[in-house]
């Protein structure tokens, strides 16, 4: 009996949880994402350790510097404002794992894509279900404009739909503890009823800043997050098609 050896490389684990997979990812969009917010280039490639670990110092060492508001006084062009309000202190410590974040998901992002076109040459067997207590988790097809939409309406509700349940419980968790220190609920009722000089002084742009490369993470990567596994689905049919069944050259008997 010949025996089959086991896949080198895998191009999917499901688990109850989320399904990890690699795909051709441009390497410059991933880099933006993490200078946009350190760890959202990571938490795009499934490395959630790294991931959460850089987007807990950027919140924490953000805040004691004060980088946020730093930023937008230098946008309003008050400078000297923007260079008080700093922590020098702290600063000292932002830079350098700043700059690792960005360089780190963009050297995974080019190693990941190589894995990919080996792992693709390969052409393991991907499974397509994973039962078990908590979770049922099936490769299937998905409405990429739905996930976004659904992203559109609460953060995480989108990566929900696609299964991706760490993600998307962090991601709602984290928007959540945002906007309220950002006190953004009461800013938008302020700017609902008129009081516009009230929302002004009631937002704290400190937090609120955090908040559009938050949703900018979030609209991509429920996106993207869909086609990916969309095309997955059809590789796993095609993959088991291609082992199970007879090849259109077959000779059938007459």
């Not at 990571?42 to 924490?60: C, D, G, K, P, S």
């Not at 928007?175 to 950002?182: E, F, G, H, K």
Request: glycine share 4%; charged share 20%; with cysteine.
């Amino acid at each position: 009996m010949k025996l089959i050896p086991p896949a080198r490389r895998k191009r999917a684990h499901l688990s109850q949880f989320t399904t990890t997979h690699i795909h051709l990812r441009h390497p410059l969009v991933v880099a933006f994402f993490s200078f946009s917010f350190p760890g959202f280039g990571n938490l795009m490639q499934h490395r959630y350790a790294t991931a959460f670990i850089l987007i807990v110092w950027e919140l924490f060492i953000n805040t004691k510097a004060h980088v946020n508001t730093g930023i937008l006084y230098s946008l309003l062009g008050d400078f000297e404002k923007a260079k008080a309000v700093l922590d020098e202190r702290w600063l000292m410590f932002y830079v350098a794992i700043y700059v690792y974040g960005i360089w780190d998901s963009y050297r995974g992002s080019v190693d990941m894509n190589k894995l990919y076109l080996l792992a693709d040459r390969e052409d393991a067997p991907i499974p397509p279900i994973r039962i078990g207590v908590w979770d049922i988790n099936y490769l299937d097809k998905r409405e990429p404009w739905l996930a976004l939409a659904w992203s559109v309406l609460a953060p995480g509700l989108g990566h929900l739909y696609v299964h991706k349940v760490i993600t998307g419980l962090f991601v709602f968790a984290f928007t959540i503890i945002v906007s309220y220190l950002a006190h953004l609920p009461e800013a938008i009722i302020d700017t609902l009823t008129g009081r516009f000089d009230e929302a002004v002084r009631t937002l704290n742009m400190q937090w609120a800043l955090y908040l559009p490369s938050i949703y900018s993470f979030i609209f991509y990567d429920a996106y993207v997050s869909a086609v990916e596994y969309n095309k997955l689905f059809e590789k796993e049919l095609s993959n088991y098609l291609r082992r199970r069944c007879q090849p259109k050259q077959f000779p059938w008997p007459v």
